[in-house]
Every structure is written in C-alpha cells, then in structure tokens.
C-alpha cells in the first residue's frame, strides 16, 4: 500500500518535471549590474561588473562568468554565475554558482554581513 502511494506521488511529480525540462533560447550580455547590501549599516549599492570581470565590496572580491538572459527579452529573469571569496579572512569560496534575478533566494550568497544579488544583466 505505501510503495503503491510512493510511486502515485512521484508520478503526479514528475509531469511538472517533465514540462520545465524546455530550455528557453538565451542570449549572453556584456555584464551585468548586482545589487549589494551591507547588513551592518545598511548601505546598498549598485555594482556595473562585466564578463570575466572583478568588482569588490566591503572585504569582498566579486568576480562574474558571465551574465545570461531570455533570447529577445533583455528585461527578462537574468542570472548570472559568480564566485565570491573574502581574500582577507579565509582562502574558501563565500559563493558559486548561478544567481537568478527573478529568484535570489533560490541560490543565495550565504554571509553574515553582505547580500549580494543579480539585477539585470547589460547588452552594451
């Protein structure tokens, strides 16, 4: 009876599974523009990063693979994969991976001070 009720709920599922398995075309920017928060003493920022590029914020050093978002839809859900280390406390990664504009909290930067999050990405 439970293998029976397991395997009707992996079925109902898998089928929106299935359905998101449809990659949509995507074109790649020139960079892209974060957002960073420290949570300390509440300053934000709007950090211009291009591809293959280094920005820093506070004892944080950002680097940007590259940027992507829907083929024809710039202001479309970019996402971006970055790698963000603390050079001056530790020699391990904060952060990396892809961040979702449309979802930061998906993939989140994990630090006791900083946020960092994906805006937009830029085509010029």
């Known amino acids: 009876m ?24 995507t074109t790649t920017g ?4 974060l957002r960073g928060l420290d949570k300390i003493n509440g300053n934000v920022i709007d950090i211009d990063i291009q ?6 914020m506070g ?24 790698t963000v280390t603390e050079p001056e406390k530790t020699d391990d990664t904060v952060f990396e991976g892809w961040m979702m504009a449309s979802a930061p909290a998906l993939n989140a930067m994990d630090h006791a001070r900083y946020d960092i999050w994906v805006l937009r990405c830029k085509s010029s």
């Open 59 to 82: 004892g944080l050093v950002i680097r940007m693979r590259e940027c992507r978002y829907p083929e024809g839809n710039q202001a479309g859900d970019a996402f971006a994969f970055l």
């Open 51 to 56: 591809n293959g590029g280094v920005a820093r």
């Open 30 to 33: 020139t960079g892209a523009i």
């Open 2 to 25: 439970i293998r029976a009720l397991l395997v009707a709920a992996l079925s109902l599922t898998a089928l929106p599974l299935q359905a998101q398995q449809v990659q949509e075309a």
